[in-house]
């Protein structure tokens, strides 16, 4: 099975709301990614998890939130977002980050609208 | 850091053609996949080809690692093909996406 798994599929959000995006993965990965993808753009990495420990933020603002609660699970909270955060927010596993040989596998995306 | 570069921008194919897309790297990587994004987002690995060749049904691809390109071959395009073609290299730890080549292929 390399599937990866992400809800909802379709979000809309007031600026002053919460919201959670939620990543699952059942390959026994150890790295999982969330990256976000304008339109008409190529995806940009913003966070990565290393065996449940956060490796890499890219400068993201911290109304993004990232969260590995287990080796499987990923999710995204969302407080006070702006309009220009309207996404595709793309999640992926992989089986170790850093390794020459790895391959990273995508979900499906959630797409995201702030009003 | 680096560059990753593909061409054509764009490409529109009527069905049954062939067509070459290509990728070009201005640095050594450590591997290399190309992807296809769909018109519904999702992205579906098509190849982790971090030099040589490698063939999947209608479509292959090629790196030479020391000329720094790879080819994505699409033979006998069919209008499923559509979509935007990424290829990505790992760099620094970091997966970096070339801007995409948007193809249509008309029935």
């Known amino acids: 099975d390399t599937e990866v798994t992400q809800t909802p599929k379709h979000l809309v959000m007031g600026m002053t709301n919460k919201k959670s995006l939620k990543c699952e993965q059942h390959m026994g990965h150890r790295a999982m990614y969330w990256y976000k993808q304008k339109a008409k753009k190529p995806p940009e990495l913003m966070f990565v998890y290393s065996y449940e420990k956060l490796s890499i933020n890219e400068s993201v603002p911290s109304r993004f939130s990232p969260e590995c609660p287990n080796s499987s699970l990923l999710n995204l909270h969302l407080h006070a977002l702006q309009p220009e955060d309207s996404a595709l927010y793309l999640c992926?596993?992989?089986?170790?980050?850093?390794?020459?040989?790895?391959?990273?596998?995508f979900g499906p995306g959630t797409r995201l609208t702030v009003l | 850091g680096i560059q990753v570069e593909q061409s054509p921008p764009d490409l529109i194919l009527q069905e049954g053609a062939n067509s070459t897309l290509r990728c070009n790297f201005s640095?050594?990587?450590?591997?290399l996949q190309w992807f296809h994004q769909n018109p519904w987002g999702q992205l579906i690995n098509l190849f982790y080809?971090?030099?040589g060749t490698k063939q999947n049904g209608r479509l292959s691809a090629t790196t030479v690692a020391t000329e720094r390109y790879s080819l994505l071959y699409i033979s006998s395009s069919q209008t499923t093909d559509s979509g935007v073609y990424f290829c990505?290299?790992?760099?620094?730890?970091?997966?970096?996406f070339g801007a995409g080549t948007i193809l249509r292929v008309k029935s």
């Open positions: 640095d050594s990587v450590n591997n």
């Open positions: 080809i971090p030099s």
């Open positions: 990505a290299v790992e760099y620094g730890n970091k997966l970096v």
């Open positions: 992926a596993s992989s089986q170790a980050h850093g390794s020459s040989t790895d391959t990273q596998y």
